[in-house]
């Protein structure tokens, strides 16, 4: 037996009749019952509106996508047609229909059934459209799991999941609109009072009205197309002869009229508080989901605080030698412990003299440095040119960790406030900012993704803050920010890894995997220009560092 697919294919290559009667056949149930529910019971507008449907299907039967679902796609054309027939027939509707609105709005009573039909169709079709195929074949088509799985591609046990799922998600949308029913006693409505058999010679008159509405001609096509205009037609005599028998109730036609603006009025009232209550919900699960993260910032700064407490014993340490420099200087100029404090000094401001003489070594970060840094780097050997490289390499990879600090914490921040998406710019952390930045100072930093940093690893982060360039190639840091970590590799020794990775490969390849003891060793393992640059360039450097 062909299924929907081959069908609709068959019809739309070959405009072959059978093949479409076919498809209006296992499918007018649902369609019919989809149009009856929106139409609010109205039997013969839902008629029209199903008919209309498998007109419009004959219609599009050949630019449909090829991996449409096609109850999906009846369902979702259905709700369509059907809500723009109700709206051009709201004028027509007589005063004991709008009083049995009334009475039903104010009625709490109503069957279980009656609270779900009203709102059906306009939730089904605001689920996403895998939810609404697998409904749509499980209860409006009645088909049981095995075949639901097999239209939809999956297995019996996948379809079963995604059936619940699809319920469970439809009972949250009914229940906004104060359908309060389980989804239990959902899943049973649906099974039992979803679909109401269409009335006899319906998908007869519905494939006719189909077929000669793209052209076909023929003797049944004719023959069922006068019964349709004579069925118009009727109505249309029904219809006058209404008119003309109630030429006379234009008084409670008006007061109909005023009802039923009313009976509007509340309607729009209940969707505005529908809206609202949606938006409330939104809001609600916006400070959940920030009260979670900040759960999970507590946690990581609880497990962080030995290395806090380590890093503070640090700092107050390294305070009070500055104290205790300064009282000595003060109070012993001239004895041992003050000659050791002003020998300091003197190195510190050799070393901030130095610094000022070369303008080129100096980062906008420096302003953060405290008095411990200056004198932490003071404390190293000053004597030649690389000496004072590894000293400011040393007092900008401070300087730079304080301000990583503060763009860490604004990151925490904007990540909590934008649903965790990573900014793409630095300068989207501004208003997150404890103080300001200077912005020569964040136009040293940009967002890289972490796969960029092979040899920098924090956790499962995806992107990245780090600094554009090194001032010092051969002595700078590279740091690398995460909303958690923050790691840092030479950018000299990170380069050269990167460069000579395959020349060291070789070399261990040929050497029972053991890395050379000498640079040199590795050259005849180089193959390109690049590589034999950064092998010379790295023998220089070490031997710079022997020296």
């Not at 605001?126 to 195929?133: E, F, I, K």
């Not at 020794?493 to 050379?516: C, H, I, V, W």
Request: glycine letters at 6%; a neutral charge; proline letters at 3%.
């Amino acid at each position: 037996m062909m299924d929907d697919k081959q069908l609709l294919h068959a019809y739309a290559r070959e405009r072959s009749e059978s093949a479409f009667g076919e498809l209006v056949a296992r499918h007018i149930d649902f369609v019919y019952s989809t149009a009856l529910r929106v139409v609010s019971g109205d039997s013969h507008l839902a008629e029209d509106v199903a008919q209309t449907v498998f007109i419009d299907l004959a219609r599009k039967a050949g630019s449909l996508p090829g991996d449409v679902g096609l109850a999906g796609w009846l369902h979702h054309h259905t709700c369509y047609t059907a809500a723009k027939a109700v709206r051009t027939e709201r004028r027509r509707k007589t005063r004991e229909e709008t009083a049995m609105e009334m009475r039903a709005l104010d009625d709490n009573t109503r069957p279980e059934w009656e609270l779900v039909a009203p709102y059906l169709d306009e939730s089904l079709d605001q689920l996403n459209p895998a939810d609404r195929d697998a409904l749509v074949l499980r209860f409006l088509k009645q088909q049981d799991l095995r075949a639901v799985g097999a239209a939809l591609g999956i297995s019996d046990d996948a379809a079963r999941k995604r059936v619940d799922r699809a319920l469970e998600n439809l009972h949250v949308l009914l229940k906004h609109r104060g359908a309060t029913l389980s989804a239990a006693a959902l899943g049973t409505a649906l099974a039992t009072e979803a679909v109401t058999a269409a009335p006899a010679g319906l998908a007869g008159a519905v494939t006719a009205a189909a077929l000669s509405g793209t052209g076909i001609t023929t003797a049944a096509v004719i023959a069922a197309t006068k019964a349709t205009a004579m069925t118009t037609l009727q109505k249309a005599l029904i219809t006058a002869a209404i008119a003309s028998s109630v030429g006379t109730g234009i008084y409670e036609a008006r007061q109909a009229s005023a009802m039923r603006s009313q009976f509007q009025s509340l309607q729009e009232q209940e969707v505005s508080l529908n809206g609202r209550n949606q938006e409330l919900s939104k809001q609600r699960d916006e400070v959940q989901r920030q009260l979670t993260a900040l759960r999970e910032d507590n946690e990581r700064l609880n497990r962080n605080t030995g290395e806090l407490l380590k890093l503070r014993g640090e700092v107050a340490r390294l305070r009070q030698d500055s104290l205790d420099l300064a009282s000595l200087n003060a109070s012993d100029a001239n004895g041992p412990s003050g000659l050791v404090a002003s020998a300091w000094l003197s190195r510190l401001t050799q070393l901030k003299q130095h610094l000022d003489q070369s303008p080129g070594m100096k980062i906008p970060e420096l302003k953060y440095l405290t008095d411990a840094a200056w004198l932490k780097a003071a404390q190293a050997k000053l004597e030649t040119e690389d000496d004072y490289r590894r000293a400011f390499a040393a007092l900008r990879s401070s300087a730079e960790g304080a301000v990583g600090t503060t763009l860490q914490s604004s990151l925490r921040k904007y990540l909590a406030a934008n649903n965790n998406v990573f900014p793409s710019d630095i300068g989207q952390l501004k208003p997150y900012f404890d103080s300001p930045v200077e912005e020569a100072i964040l136009q040293r930093y940009e967002i890289v993704p972490a796969s960029g940093l092979k040899s920098i690893k924090l956790g499962d982060a995806a992107w990245l803050i780090t600094q554009k360039a090194p001032v010092d190639e051969e002595y700078d840091s590279r740091m690398a920010i995460s909303a958690t970590s923050v790691g840092s590799v030479n950018y000299f020794r990170d380069s050269m890894m990167q460069t000579l990775d395959a020349a060291f490969t070789a070399y261990k390849s040929a050497n029972n995997g053991e890395l050379p003891a000498d640079l040199s060793k590795v050259a005849p393992y180089t193959t390109t220009a690049a590589e034999r640059a950064a092998l010379q360039k790295a023998i220089d450097f070490e031997a710079r560092q022997k020296h």
